[in-house]
């Protein structure tokens, strides 16, 4: 009779700062779901003692949506695991010990078959491209057949290097190359069809797909955001929930803005039928402008916001212009730098509050 498949997968939710060192001994099927509760950014070790025969495991360390941090990870210590053949792990922070520690741990899963990772790395001096993954994934686990996958990776001071800003490596693998600032470029190269649900750090050049289980994206660029982007971004990302927008320069650098008068209504509307959550706190107040205005995007279901206030006053007319009303209508949570009164207009232009 055919054993049954055991599997292990460990939550790390980070909802505190305080530095633990997280041992796990003898993980039977029984425990199917762990949750780790209290431990810093950096976690110290990660003990795993697994039984011989469990063939899955999954790792996923989360954290608030608010929140850009970097993530440190101590040590992995496994003892051998030659019935593993399915391995997940997802790390939604920045980590910079990819190659010590991350990369050395997946090169001692030889009989793995399938695998999935989500990684943001920081301080490499290269981008991991598809030479890369044929290297030290596919030289490492012949018997791997499914390979799905989120990396990107972030370099510094790359002002004299070229890249193309996308590829299609494969019929099934796509490279973003994107510069976020003067001194900084991202890469990312991930799976397709896109699996996860979060998306980061892509910018005005993206694949013609559609990410149909992203909920969550950053975009983050050098180059202005056009109201066109905006629209592609709406199709493409259907069930978005929580956006975030980088970028400080204005739609009106290169004449990128496809409209900006309040009465022309001719021009196709970016729609966001399920976005909840807007972060424009970096962002310039052309993108205020952008989203509020709904003669230009449709946010039926907006309920937090996150805005400088000068930005939010001057978009919105000192709380009194209508174009921008409706989108403001039901906003329950509201983030900024405000003045300690509020006008009359003011909670008439947010009546959720």
Same mark, same amino acid.
């Given at each position: 009779?055919?054993?049954?498949?055991k599997?292990?997968v460990?939550?790390?939710?980070?909802?505190?700062?305080?530095?633990?060192?997280?041992?796990?001994?003898?993980?039977?099927?029984?425990?199917?779901?762990?949750?780790?509760?209290?431990?810093?950014?950096r976690?110290?070790?990660?003990?795993?003692?697994?039984?011989?025969s469990?063939?899955?495991?999954?790792?996923?360390?989360?954290?608030?949506?608010?929140?850009?941090?970097?993530?440190?990870?101590?040590?992995?210590?496994?003892?051998?695991?030659?019935?593993?053949?399915?391995?997940s792990?997802?790390?939604?922070?920045?980590?910079?010990?990819?190659d010590?520690?991350?990369?050395?741990?997946?090169?001692?899963m030889?009989?793995?078959?399938?695998?999935?990772?989500?990684?943001?790395?920081?301080?490499?001096?290269?981008?991991?491209?598809?030479?890369?993954?044929?290297?030290?994934?596919?030289?490492?686990?012949?018997?791997?057949?499914?390979?799905?996958?989120?990396?990107?990776?972030?370099?510094?001071?790359v002002?004299?290097?070229?890249?193309?800003?996308?590829?299609?490596?494969?019929?099934?693998?796509?490279?973003?190359?994107?510069?976020?600032?003067?001194?900084?470029?991202?890469?990312?190269?991930?799976?397709?069809?896109?699996?996860?649900?979060?998306?980061?750090?892509?910018g005005?050049?993206?694949?013609?797909?559609?990410?149909?289980y992203?909920? #969550?994206?950053?975009?983050?660029?050098?180059?202005?955001?056009?109201?066109?982007?905006?629209?592609?971004?709406?199709?493409?990302?259907?069930?978005?929930?929580?956006?975030?927008?980088?970028?400080?320069?204005?739609?009106?650098c290169?004449?990128?803005?496809?409209?900006?008068?309040?009465?022309?209504?001719?021009?196709?509307?970016?729609?966001?039928?399920?976005?909840?959550?807007?972060?424009?706190?970096?962002?310039?107040?052309?993108?205020?402008?952008?989203?509020?205005?709904?003669?230009?995007?449709?946010?039926?279901?907006?309920?937090?916001?996150?805005?400088? #206030?000068?930005?939010?006053?001057?978009?919105?007319?000192?709380?009194?212009?209508?174009e921008?009303?409706?989108?403001c209508?039901?906003?329950?949570q509201?983030f900024?730098v405000?003045?300690?009164?509020?006008?009359?207009?003011?909670?008439?232009?947010?009546?959720?509050?």
């Open positions: 009779m055919q054993s049954s498949v599997v292990i460990l939550k790390l939710t980070i909802v505190q700062q305080q530095q633990q060192k997280i041992i796990i001994w003898e993980l039977t099927p029984s425990m199917a779901s762990i949750f780790l509760f209290s431990f810093d950014l976690i110290g070790d990660l003990v795993i003692n697994c039984s011989r469990v063939s899955s495991f999954a790792i996923q360390i989360s954290l608030d949506h608010k929140k850009r941090l970097n993530f440190r990870i101590g040590n992995f210590f496994w003892n051998d695991l030659p019935n593993l053949k399915c391995f792990l997802k790390c939604y922070h920045s980590i910079d010990q990819y010590d520690k991350i990369l050395l741990l997946l090169h001692r030889s009989c793995l078959e399938k695998l999935t990772l989500y990684l943001r790395i920081n301080n490499r001096n290269t981008f991991i491209d598809d030479a890369h993954l044929q290297n030290e994934f596919f030289l490492y686990m012949p018997r791997l057949h499914s390979f799905t996958f989120y990396i990107c990776t972030y370099i510094n001071n002002n004299s290097i070229h890249y193309l800003p996308y590829e299609n490596i494969r019929q099934h693998v796509a490279k973003i190359v994107n510069y976020i600032n003067t001194h900084k470029v991202v890469c990312s190269i991930f799976s397709l069809p896109f699996a996860f649900d979060r998306l980061e750090a892509i005005n050049i993206f694949p013609k797909t559609v990410f149909k992203v909920t #969550y994206l950053l975009v983050e660029d050098i180059v202005p955001f056009n109201h066109e982007f905006f629209i592609r971004v709406g199709r493409a990302f259907p069930l978005l929930n929580i956006f975030r927008v980088i970028n400080e320069e204005s739609q009106s290169c004449n990128l803005n496809t409209f900006s008068s309040d009465n022309n209504r001719s021009n196709p509307i970016a729609e966001y039928p399920h976005l909840t959550v807007l972060d424009l706190r970096n962002a310039h107040f052309d993108y205020v402008e952008q989203f509020l205005n709904e003669t230009k995007t449709y946010l039926p279901c907006l309920t937090e916001l996150t805005v400088f #206030y000068t930005n939010l006053r001057i978009a919105t007319k000192n709380f009194t212009r209508e921008t009303r409706r989108n209508a039901k906003v329950k509201l900024m405000i003045p300690l009164v509020h006008s009359k207009d003011f909670y008439l232009y947010f009546p959720s509050l």
